[in-house]
Structures are given as structure tokens and as C-alpha cells.
């Protein structure tokens, strides 16, 4: 391995160079740093730094004792349907197309007056709706109101704004999977908080802040992939542990907000000087309305506003527009409640129907159900593939990839017909067996 140089950068630039040519390769090992400095005659120091250099743009990932390796672009588990397949898919955790409201009558009254460069980032009809929502929660004096994206994109831009490579951020354990990709592909180190039915456990939480995290990620209702959701009793507790750490970034994805069974309980406590409550529409009003509401703190809200500027970054005002005349129509609110009645009646009734079988679930809320079974989650799902069935197993929103192989699936069945619900109940008996 012809690795040179005498200086940090010069040793990053080599490194670089011989990715480039192909002659270090996805998962090679780089030398650990006191041998790298020995074969250059350089400081450790001044070894470390380059890896550190590499480490930041992306092209090396650090496994501590496991070395420092080059970085691939390895394929990851994505939400959604999935493509090519003749299977019937129960693992896409979408919402029934049947129940997001049409937006056609709207649309006619968003257009107007064109929103030109240099203008508000935010509608302000969507502000002030989104301010009452918000505060009706988390009553906050210093609450400010911004938009994005999506409620991913928001995280993208919180933890950016917060953070630098290899800084430490709390996941849920198991965890949305477009955290633990947000995570990794910003280059910050995933630390896991397991989930229980309660939510976000409380020894987890201060074992994380322990190790040092400076931003956690938690979903106070239908946590995905488990269906749980913060109970006011966890979070009173997580609140006080908290107490002591009023500068760690606490980012709430409320992203079935209007669809839950449950009341909101936060993370977020009153003295709190670092948070954000995130709250996308794409749940109820349908995945291609990507955008998403963030309540902060005026500080947060202002470095969010250096990577959100009226000339070049901003949501569509359009799609704002028709957003807040969604939202604020009595007729499609009541759309959302009876979506809302229709998830939970649906999951209940599967739920029941399983617990007939011996078969378990903690999930309470959400668009899917987090199955857990009596034998390895890839075992049942090859076996509900010679059924005809696609599901996500539990495996596939592991933080941790070395740790035990998972008991779970996750499976989305609120839209099936009555004959596909009795025939997955059956064909789950059989897998699990």
C-alpha cells in the first residue's frame, strides 16, 4: 500500500489518489495509525489527523478496534413498496391511497400573487395555523416556526446544523430505517436506546448521554417499526434525566400526529434550550406532500434558517398553500379522523385475530404492526414467501448489525380484503411454527 505524504492533508490526498484509481477498494483496511506513522516518519498526531480528514469527507468509516476501513456504498434497506416483485407486499408501511384526502378542489385556491426571491421561507397562513397547533402541545414562549421537505429532511438539516463527523447521536433501538441512513451517510456515530412498550427506555437514554451524544432522535407516537408510543409516565422520566443535559439537540418525529390514538407526550421539558418537534404531513395527506413543520428554539430555528433562505432553498409556497388549505378545511379534518378510526380498527382487529393463534404484538398505533414470533424473523419471512407474502423482518432496522438476529416482523395490513387478512393470519400460524 503506497500511502505518502508528511502532512495530514498530504497523507488524505494520497489515500484519496489511490481510491480514486482503484487501488484501495470498498471495506480495505487502511494501517492502523501508530503503524501509518512509523512507515512515514511522521507524528501519530499528524497520522491521526489524516484519517480524521478522511473520515469527515465521507471516505473512510472508523470501527475502533476494528480499524479504520474505506468507505463503500454498500445497498441499505429502504421504506416503501417494493419493485419487481410478484409477491404481495405487506411490508411497505404506506397509508391506504383510499383514505388520503383529493386535493383537487384545494388546488384552486392556493394560486395567487407569485412568491418572488427574498421573501419569507414560510407562508405566514401556514405559520400562524401551525403555531396554535404546535403550542396546543408544547407551550413553549420561545417556540419558532419553520418549514421543510419532509420531516427527513429536517432531521438532515437539525443534525447539520448541530454537529460534525463522528459526533454521537441517541437512535431508537429499533429505529426508523431514514434515521439510521440520515445517521450514517452525515457521518455521525449511531448510539442505540432500546424501545420498550413504554417507548424510549429510561437506562438506555442515560447510557447514551453517558457516551456523550449530542443530539437525540425520538418518536413520541407510532414509533416505527414498533407501534409504540411514549407514555406520559416514561416521559416525565426521560424528562428528568434530561434535566442536566439542556444543550443536547432533542428532535421529536411526530409523524402520525394527526392520525394517533395517543395523546403527545415529549422528551422536551420546559427548560429545555435545544429541541425541535417535527411534524410532516405525509401520513395523512399523502407521501408526495413533502413537507414537514418544525417547532424550535430560537436558536435552532436560526441556524436552521442559514440552510433554509428564500433564494435558493425554501419549500414551494404552493405546496405550502395547499397544504394549509388542506389542513385547515373541517371536511378533509374529518377525512383524516376517519382514516385515523380506520387504522386503529383495522390493526386491532389483526391484533386480536393474532393473539387467537399464540401469536404476539406490543404495536398500540401506526400504519403497521410489530409481530413478534417464536423463531428467527428470516426464517418466517422465506416461509411466507413460498406463501406468497413480502414482509420486513425485524433485522432490517437493527442499529447495531452485530447484535442478536431479530424475532420480529413488521407488517402492514390495514388495507387487506377480509380473504387476504384470514389467509395471512393463517400462513403466520404456519411460519411460525
Known amino acids: 500500500m503506497d500511502i505518502a505524504g508528511s502532512t495530514a492533508a498530504e497523507i488524505a490526498d494520497s489515500v484519496r489518489a489511490l481510491t480514486e484509481r482503484g487501488l484501495l477498494r470498498p471495506g480495505d483496511a487502511l494501517p492502523p495509525v501508530r503503524e501509518l506513522a512509523g512507515i512515514l516518519g511522521v507524528n501519530r498526531n499528524t497520522a491521526v489527523a489524516a484519517y480524521r480528514q478522511l473520515a469527515q469527507a465521507g471516505l473512510v468509516i472508523s470501527r475502533g478496534r476494528g480499524g479504520t476501513l474505506i468507505a463503500g456504498t454498500d445497498p441499505v434497506a429502504r421504506e416503501g413498496i417494493a419493485a419487481d416483485t410478484v409477491l404481495q407486499d405487506i411490508g411497505s408501511g404506506n397509508p391506504d391511497p383510499r383514505l388520503i384526502p383529493d386535493p383537487t378542489r384545494a388546488l384552486a385556491s392556493v394560486v395567487g400573487r407569485p412568491v418572488l426571491y427574498g421573501e419569507p421561507v414560510i407562508d405566514p397562513g401556514l405559520e400562524a395555523w401551525a403555531r396554535d397547533w404546535m403550542l396546543a402541545d408544547l407551550p413553549r414562549d420561545d417556540l419558532r416556526i419553520t418549514v421543510t421537505s419532509g420531516a427527513v429532511d429536517a432531521v ?15 437512535l431508537e433501538d429499533p429505529c426508523f430505517l431514514a434515521s439510521i441512513h440520515t445517521v450514517r451517510l452525515g457521518g455521525y456515530r449511531a448510539v442505540p436506546v432500546p424501545v420498550d412498550a413504554e417507548g424510549m427506555t429510561v437506562e438506555g437514554l442515560r447510557n447514551a448521554l453517558d457516551a456523550g451524544v449530542r443530539a437525540i432522535i425520538s418518536t413520541p407516537r407510532a414509533q416505527n417499526p414498533t407501534g409504540v408510543s411514549l407514555s406520559p409516565a416514561r416521559a416525565e422520566a426521560l424528562r428528568d434525566v434530561l434535566r442536566d443535559h439542556p444543550y443536547v439537540l432533542i428532535i421529536e418525529d411526530d409523524h402520525f400526529s394527526m392520525l394517533s390514538a395517543h395523546a403527545y407526550s415529549s422528551l422536551i421539558g420546559p427548560d429545555h434550550r435545544r429541541y425541535a418537534l417535527l411534524r410532516s404531513v405525509s401520513k395523512f395527506l399523502g407521501p408526495d406532500m413533502c413537507l414537514a413543520l418544525a417547532a424550535t428554539d430560537p436558536t435552532t430555528a436560526e441556524r436552521l434558517a442559514m440552510r433554509l433562505n428564500p433564494g435558493t432553498t425554501w419549500v414551494s409556497h404552493l405546496l405550502q398553500r395547499l397544504a394549509h388549505a388542506q389542513l385547515a378545511e373541517p371536511g378533509i379534518r374529518r377525512q383524516i379522523s376517519d382514516a385515523a378510526a380506520h387504522y386503529a380498527e383495522r390493526n386491532s382487529a389483526f391484533v386480536t385475530a393474532l393473539a387467537e393463534r399464540g401469536i404476539s404484538t406490543s404495536s398500540t398505533d401506526g400504519l403497521s404492526l410489530w409481530v413478534r414470533l417464536d423463531v428467527p424473523a428470516r426464517t418466517a419471512a422465506e416461509r411466507l414467501m ?29 388495507d387487506l380484503s377480509d380473504a387476504d387478512t384470514a389467509r395471512l393470519l393463517d400462513d403466520l400460524r404456519i411460519a411460525a411454527r
Open 156 to 170: 438532515e438539516r437539525l443534525l447539520a446544523q448541530a454537529l460534525t463527523r463522528d459526533d454521537a447521536v441517541a
Open 386 to 414: 413460498r406463501r406468497g407474502w413480502l414482509v420486513r423482518t425485524g433485522d432490517e432496522f437493527r442499529i447495531d448489525e452485530t447484535s442478536p438476529a431479530s424475532d420480529h416482523l413488521r407488517l402492514t395490513v390495514h
